[in-house]
């Protein structure tokens, strides 16, 4: 089974930028959707970026299209997020995930979707 490690996050000012990582290992990456999510304090975990297995189609919550762009490279076992004009409201514990989805070209969402969980990252946007 993949393990994940998300590495990246800290302290920034609003309209600053963040690169997150997450580097899997223990399985073969191209076969795992792939996905961004974040939890705030006292509010569920959403969703903000999901992508397939192979090729480009992605997801993107509202409230970051425009700001963040989710990629991988499957032979780096790695995926990232792009986080640019970061707001205070993106402060939270940012996980990636994984799921099986051989050549499905069907982009994930929801928590439930996912077996796969990395330890998640601080990112913290002050105003």
């Known amino acids: 089974q993949v393990q994940l490690v998300e590495s990246g996050g800290g302290l920034v000012q609003a309209g600053d930028s963040l690169r997150l990582s997450c580097a899997a290992s223990?399985?073969?990456?191209?076969?795992?959707?792939m996905g961004w999510f974040r939890q705030a304090p006292g509010k569920e975990r959403e969703c903000v970026a999901s992508i397939i297995s192979i090729g480009t189609n992605t997801y993107y919550a509202d409230s970051v299209k425009g700001r963040f762009s989710i990629s991988r490279d499957n032979a780096k076992s790695t995926m990232f997020l792009q986080m640019n004009s970061l707001k205070p409201e993106d402060t939270a514990v940012y996980y990636c995930?994984?799921?099986?989805?051989?050549?499905?070209?069907?982009?994930?969402?929801?928590?439930?979707?996912?077996?796969?969980w990395g330890q998640g990252t601080q990112v913290t946007v002050s105003s």
């Open positions: 995930a994984a799921r099986l989805a051989t050549y499905s070209l069907t982009t994930y969402k929801r928590p439930d979707d996912y077996r796969y």
């Open positions: 223990g399985g073969t990456f191209s076969i795992y959707a």
